[in-house]
């Protein structure tokens, strides 16, 4: 198994069966089956649509499982169209071979402006052996999408800035402590800012727009009590990659791509 | 005939999101005891946009001149920000969302005629949010504490002051010095809401104003304010508080469900059917319920115990509350609904199946029960409100058996059942509540109830 994808998808089921039954997450296997079917479809009518060489549903089913384990709504016909929505945006929001938005993440935040959906950013709870879980998890994804840099910018950073908070506030560490035993921070990290699609060609560059991200998401948290902070950080701020690789370019063959190149 | 595999999931999927909507032409038996949940307070948060209006309820029993309460706002209120409001319409509220008990009782096995009848006991918790007292504040010394008393109301029986503080020392100090009894431990946290830009709304009563409106209990004070901030400070009260305390927050909201965004929000276990010796026990069952739940989760959730449409409820633990009402407990884009022109005065209509409200509003209620601690709950409760629509009850259920004489074939099968029945129903109580099943067992057998259903006995 060569192709990381694969063991995102595993660890995205995984989490998926976990907050299923050990957690009693709120979406109903109807809501998980249409978000699948949906995106699946979706990416094989793209595929013909854009004359793909192959239909692969690899990284479709990465974008399903993610809206599966993130965003909730009582109506599966929403769900349904957060699915579509997020594997159109790779199709239809391009730059220079590459998609402006991941592809979750644009859905996300489309459903979460527009009222429709939501997500639960406390629905991992903050014990810490299920962070630990995640970090496990992560961690095996990143060794193999070898993109472990602007996740780990983008998570010192902000753990940089929960503590200087609690330092300025004079709050005990419990609280920044809290804030860390976060899965979806870690989730937001580790598979939605790393993806290699929509952060910037040069790892200088990629480091500091997760620091960018970041600063973002600690702004719209504590300043603005934003509780989809981190949903918003990357929603906003995707639409500069495209600057940030037109400034500071590479060369085609150090840009990342996947084993088998695809949509 | 199998029934294909998409079609048993959609069924399984609605029959987990409604409650069973069978006919319910029932009555309602209230069993309110006060003060279930020791150390406990009420608050009814109501929110559009970004208004927020909170009442603060107290049950607080003491002398008066010893009462206060400090609240850590996001704005200065002013005068018309604050109003005094009345215990029984949080109770009402509190009531009408409180974890319920819905009573079935069983056909005759061998009749095809059908006869429900239903009643349900209710519990709720309620509580007291209070800090201790004060004397009359004097401004000069404020000011040398870095201390700005930002406004200074006398409403209803209460003198109030909204203060801004530039450091926590001069603000506990100047407290401490007013005569109110700061615990030792607040200043940080005090601090910490200063650095936030907080104000700080303190209440105590005018003794004078108190006699001269005659009231004997504490009304519940309610403010109101614009800010992006959907929180309730805890902290304050956690600070050298001596084990957990319990606080029901009754969500008013235009669109649908609250939950919290720090700490995990869950559904209190629900529709779990219970011996019949509940109807007398259902307060201390509840909670020990919610106990066995906390216990379960490390003190670390926040429970859903209801969230519903105000406009009707099924079964109801009392009646729907008017728009007027609501309005009063916060909910102020309920306040004059245009009326539609052919509709009459608002009233409460019965139909099989539910009690709805005629001319109601849009507005969701959600009622969360959490039990916290300085040290599972750090921070402040932040709140979301989702665009979920979804009902939901602490519901828990008996069914009585048939009573009459049976003779028929079908009688036979109905006692083995019921032999069944009470023994599900029996490890149901102990899975939730935590108790010993012979302690079940032996509480049965005294309702006459016992596990085994013995022949010709139903």
Redesign the interface.
């Known amino acids: 198994m060569r192709d990381p994808r694969w063991w995102q998808i595993f660890s995205l089921a995984l989490l998926l069966g976990y907050g299923w039954w050990a957690l009693d997450f709120d979406q109903p296997l109807l809501g998980v089956a249409a978000i699948l079917i949906c995106g699946l479809v979706a990416q094989w009518v793209g595929s013909k649509w854009a004359a793909v060489t192959a239909y692969d549903p690899r990284s479709a089913l990465i974008s399903a499982l993610s809206l599966c384990l993130l965003l909730r709504s009582d109506d599966v016909l929403i769900l349904a169209c957060a699915s579509v929505l997020a594997i159109a945006s790779k199709f239809l929001i391009r730059w220079n071979g590459k998609h402006v938005f991941n592809p979750t993440n644009f859905a996300i935040g489309v459903m979460l402006l527009t009222g429709a959906a939501w997500i639960s950013p406390a629905q991992w709870g903050s014990r810490t052996w299920s962070a630990f879980l995640f970090a496990s998890l992560a961690g095996l994804v990143l060794n193999r999408a070898k993109r472990a840099d602007i996740a780990l910018a983008f998570l010192s950073t902000f753990l940089g800035i929960l503590l200087a908070r609690a330092l300025y506030l004079g709050d005990p560490w419990a609280i920044p402590l809290k804030q860390m035993q976060s899965g979806a921070l870690l989730l937001f990290a580790f598979f939605m800012i790393s993806d290699p699609k929509t952060t910037p060609d040069r790892r200088s560059i990629r480091i500091a727009y997760g620091v960018l991200v970041a600063v973002v998401a600690g702004y719209l948290q504590f300043v603005e009590y934003r509780p989809q902070a981190l949903i918003y950080a990357l929603f906003f701020t995707s639409p500069i990659v495209p600057l940030l690789d037109r400034l500071y370019p590479v060369s085609q063959e150090r840009r990342y791509l996947w084993a088998n190149p695809t949509v | 005939m199998q029934m294909p595999m998409a079609l048993i999931?959609?069924a399984?999927?609605v029959l987990?999101?409604a409650p069973p909507a069978s006919a319910f032409c029932g009555f309602y038996v209230a069993k309110a005891d006060a003060k279930l949940f020791n150390r406990s307070s009420k608050v009814v948060v109501a929110r559009k946009d970004e208004r927020t209006v909170v009442t603060m309820a107290s049950d607080y029993q003491g002398d008066p001149k010893e009462f206060a309460l400090i609240v850590p706002v996001p704005t200065v209120v002013s005068r018309d920000q604050i109003r005094i409001t009345e215990n029984s319409l949080i109770d009402q509220l509190d009531a009408f969302t409180a974890p319920r008990l819905v009573e079935y009782f069983d056909h005759d096995p061998c009749a095809y005629q059908t006869a429900a009848g239903s009643n349900f006991g209710l519990l709720y918790a309620m509580g007291v949010a209070a800090r201790d007292a004060a004397l009359l504040p004097p401004a000069r010394r404020a000011e040398a504490l870095g201390i700005k008393i930002e406004a200074q109301y006398t409403v209803g029986e209460y003198d109030i002051l909204i203060l801004s503080a530039k450091q926590?020392d001069g603000l506990s100090t100047w407290l401490t010095e007013e005569g109110y009894r700061i615990p030792a431990g607040a200043a940080?946290v005090l601090?910490?809401y200063i650095?936030?830009g907080m104000k700080f709304f303190v209440a105590k009563v005018n003794l004078k104003e108190r006699d001269r409106l005659g009231f004997q209990y504490l009304r519940p004070i309610q403010v109101t304010y614009d800010t992006?901030?959907?929180?309730l400070p805890i902290r304050l009260g956690t600070v050298n508080a001596d084990g957990a305390q319990d606080m029901v927050v009754l969500l008013l909201t235009a669109?649908?469900r609250v939950?919290?965004?720090?700490?995990?929000?869950?559904?209190i276990p629900s529709n779990v059917a219970l011996p019949s010796f509940a109807k007398e026990e259902f307060g201390s069952i509840y909670k020990a319920v919610f106990d066995t739940q906390v216990q379960k989760?490390?003190m670390?959730?926040v429970y859903l115990e209801y969230a519903w449409n105000v406009a009707w409820c099924d079964p109801c633990a009392a009646d729907p509350i008017p728009n007027d009402k609501l309005a009063e407990l916060g909910a102020f884009w309920l306040a004059n609904p245009s009326p539609a022109p052919s509709a009459g005065p608002a009233g409460i209509q019965r139909v099989p199946g539910r009690t709805m409200l005629t001319r109601a509003g849009n507005a969701f209620i959600t009622r969360l029960h959490v039990r916290y601690d300085a040290?599972n709950f750090?921070?402040d409760l932040?709140f979301?409100e989702?665009?979920?629509?979804?009902t939901f009850q602490g519901r828990y259920v008996l069914h009585h058996p048939f009573k009459g004489p049976v003779s028929c074939s079908n009688g036979e099968e109905y006692r083995k059942l019921l032999g069944i029945r009470r023994t599900l129903e029996a490890e149901g109580l102990a899975r939730l509540t935590g108790w010993e099943l012979p302690a079940i067992a032996d509480k049965m057998k005294k309702a006459s109830q016992p596990i085994e259903a013995r022949p010709g006995q139903p």
């Open positions: 999931v959609l399984a999927s987990a999101a926590s940080p601090g910490s650095k936030q992006h901030k959907f929180m669109n649908g939950e919290t965004t720090n700490y995990r929000t869950q559904r989760d490390g670390k959730a040290q750090p921070e932040m979301q989702t665009a979920d629509t979804t």
